[in-house]
């Protein structure tokens, strides 16, 4: 269940620099960090992220933690050339919305490379899911990596 | 249920207004559709004003009150918001209050100022449309998001970035006799296609511009119509609203925009009408590839035929189906809180035979418009019939 999470994140929240709204968000980035990237998975198989006190799709509350697939699928990309304010220095970059089973995860493709250049995308490319940072402020956010084949 | 009529309709010039401040704006377009409604202000029982961003824009929240003040009007007055579609949320509230004979007089409408931030603040404050944890913190910026359905669409359904640049010159021609329009002037179809990449495949003229500007309608019951002799020809017969999740990777289609299915499903069973009743429609154009989402959600288009349907002349000013012969959000702009009253204002204009393109529909008698909120996690169906 998420709330176990929340419950033990209260406990440390004095040492936890992000803000309370994001206490749930930046443990899951911990988690992906780490290579234990998961969702919040119902008893009907649907899929989300935290926080999440029930299934959006179908209202259940019994929420269990599932691994996310190890790699997933864009379903779709756009390469960004007009960037807001917090994204200013990581422009142009390539955003893609990915299917990792029954979840979907939005993130900024990257190659490893040079971060100055949006690499080649399309859909349909298989990625993993990684953490990055931004080059604008050195916030964290979700980075696929190509994995090779389609 | 009584027959909801607009006695009157006001809109200001929609453009850049850095200098004026809201109060200014919702004063000006209330004072107009007062002045085309002939109905007294202090009859005027309720208020319903929409606004997306104007804590970030004039740091001035609360500002129902104060524009009931510039309207001249002492009501219970309410601020919506539903992002882009807050306007078609408070003509919607509006309309359900008269049907329901709470009120034989309502004032509804909405505005928006953007020019005064810097164009990367506007970027910012828009972007909070968006899920902020899930998709703005991955770089998912306005247009990003609907290039993100303009690639998810292509791949689904086929079609191209010249089909959206059809539908961005069919706007700019539509915009030229507006006298409220911000871009009266004509952008062809390869001078689409050349300018710079906003978010690919979405360019420059893809997009709708930053605009200042305010709606606003006088809507009244049939009985008051009646009992004051208005003039208020156009009724409001049906409204409907759709709801998808936040988040656009959340959600099922990504090429497609349910909560506008929904919403002119319900708004087509209020009023009684089909989509083959249509005649002339308004749609939620800021992107080009938002007025083809559009176009297939009111059931005008089958999905995947949408795209071709400027190209092929279908929704040109004299095609079948004229689709925002104001300019749309496109070429006349979009002070996002004022939008939705304003693609009403502007039906309402098309159908009286008052409209600088009315002559295009002379013959039209149903009238939709469709008002979206963010990447369509809301959305706001309205259908106009003249009265009989």
């Given at each position: 269940m998420s709330d176990d999470g929340a419950d033990a994140a209260d406990e440390t929240d004095e040492t936890d620099a992000a803000p309370p709204t994001d206490r749930h968000y930046a443990e899951w980035l911990d988690a992906l960090a780490d290579g234990d990237?998961?969702?919040?998975?119902?008893?009907?198989?649907?899929?989300?992220?935290?926080?999440?006190?029930?299934?959006?799709?179908?209202?259940a509350a019994d929420l269990s933690r599932e691994p996310l697939d190890e790699t997933g699928t864009v379903a779709t990309y756009s390469v960004v050339h007009v960037p807001s304010p917090r994204f200013a220095d990581d422009a142009p970059y390539a955003t893609a919305v990915a299917d990792f089973g029954p979840t979907?995860?939005?993130?900024?493709?990257?190659?490893?490379?040079?971060?100055?250049?949006?690499?080649?995308?399309?859909?349909g490319d298989t990625i993993a899911v990684d953490v990055g940072e931004r080059a604008t402020d050195g916030e964290r956010l979700v980075v696929f990596r190509p994995a090779g084949g389609r | 249920m009584t027959e909801v009529r607009v006695a009157g309709v006001g809109l200001t010039p929609f453009g850049r207004h850095p200098e004026r401040t809201g109060r200014d704006l919702f004063g000006e377009a209330a004072l107009r559709a007062f002045e085309d409604a002939a109905v007294d202000r202090a009859d005027v029982e309720e208020l319903n004003y929409g606004n997306f961003m104007g804590a970030l824009a004039e740091h001035?929240?609360?500002?129902?009150?104060?524009?009931?003040?510039?309207?001249?009007?002492?009501?219970?007055?309410?601020?919506?918001?539903?992002?882009?579609?807050?306007?078609?949320?408070?003509?919607?509230e509006a309309v359900r209050t008269v049907a329901a004979g709470d009120a034989d007089v309502v004032l509804a409408g909405g505005m928006e100022r953007m020019t005064n931030l810097p164009t990367d603040e506007v970027t910012e404050g828009l972007a909070i449309a968006a899920d902020d944890l899930y998709e703005v913190r991955a770089g998912v910026t306005f247009p990003g998001a609907y290039a993100l359905m303009a690639n998810a669409y292509f791949d689904a359904y086929g079609g191209s970035r010249e089909d959206l640049a059809h539908i961005?010159?069919?706007?700019?021609?539509?915009?030229?006799?507006?006298?409220?329009?911000?871009?009266?002037?004509?952008v062809s179809v390869a001078e689409a296609m050349d300018a710079p990449p906003v978010a690919e495949p979405l360019h420059l003229y893809d997009a709708c511009p930053i605009t200042d500007g305010a709606s606003a309608l006088v809507l009244v019951s049939e009985e008051y119509a009646a009992e004051h002799d208005l003039?208020?020809?156009?009724?409001?017969?049906?409204?409907?609203?759709?709801?998808?999740?936040?988040?656009?990777?959340?959600?099922?289609?990504?090429?497609?925009?349910?909560?506008?299915?929904?919403?002119?499903?319900?708004?087509?069973?209020?009023?009684?009408?089909?989509?083959?009743?249509?005649?002339?429609?308004?749609?939620?154009?800021?992107?080009?590839?938002?007025?083809?989402?559009?176009?297939?959600?009111?059931?005008?288009?089958?999905?995947?035929?949408?795209?071709?349907?400027?190209?092929?002349?279908?929704?040109?000013?004299?095609?079948?189906?004229?689709?925002?012969?104001?300019?749309?959000?496109?070429?006349?702009?979009?002070?996002v809180g004022a939008t939705g009253g304003s693609q009403i204002a502007e039906l309402t204009r098309l159908l009286r035979g008052d409209h600088p393109n009315s002559e295009h529909v002379p013959e039209a008698e149903v009238g939709v418009a469709h008002n979206a909120g963010g990447t369509v996690a809301s959305a706001v169906v309205h259908v106009l019939e003249v009265a009989g």
């Open positions: 990237g998961f969702a919040l998975v119902c008893p009907e198989g649907h899929g989300s992220l935290p926080p999440r006190r029930v299934c959006p799709e179908c209202g979907r995860l939005t993130g900024i493709v990257r190659d490893g490379g040079a971060d100055d250049e949006a690499p080649e995308v399309e859909i | 001035q929240g609360h500002q129902a009150p104060l524009m009931a003040e510039a309207a001249g009007v002492r009501c219970p007055a309410t601020r919506y918001e539903s992002a882009c579609a807050s306007a078609g949320v408070a003509v919607r961005a010159s069919k706007n700019h021609e539509n915009a030229l006799p507006n006298e409220y329009a911000q871009y009266r002037r004509e003039d208020a020809s156009v009724a409001v017969t049906g409204t409907g609203q759709g709801t998808d999740r936040m988040a656009l990777g959340d959600r099922e289609h990504l090429a497609r925009t349910p909560a506008a299915d929904d919403a002119a499903d319900a708004a087509y069973a209020d009023a009684g009408v089909e989509a083959a009743d249509v005649d002339v429609a308004e749609v939620h154009d800021c992107f080009t590839i938002a007025e083809v989402l559009a176009l297939e959600s009111l059931g005008l288009f089958e999905p995947g035929e949408g795209i071709s349907a400027a190209r092929e002349g279908l929704t040109t000013a004299d095609g079948d189906l004229p689709v925002n012969l104001s300019g749309g959000l496109k070429a006349k702009g979009h002070p």
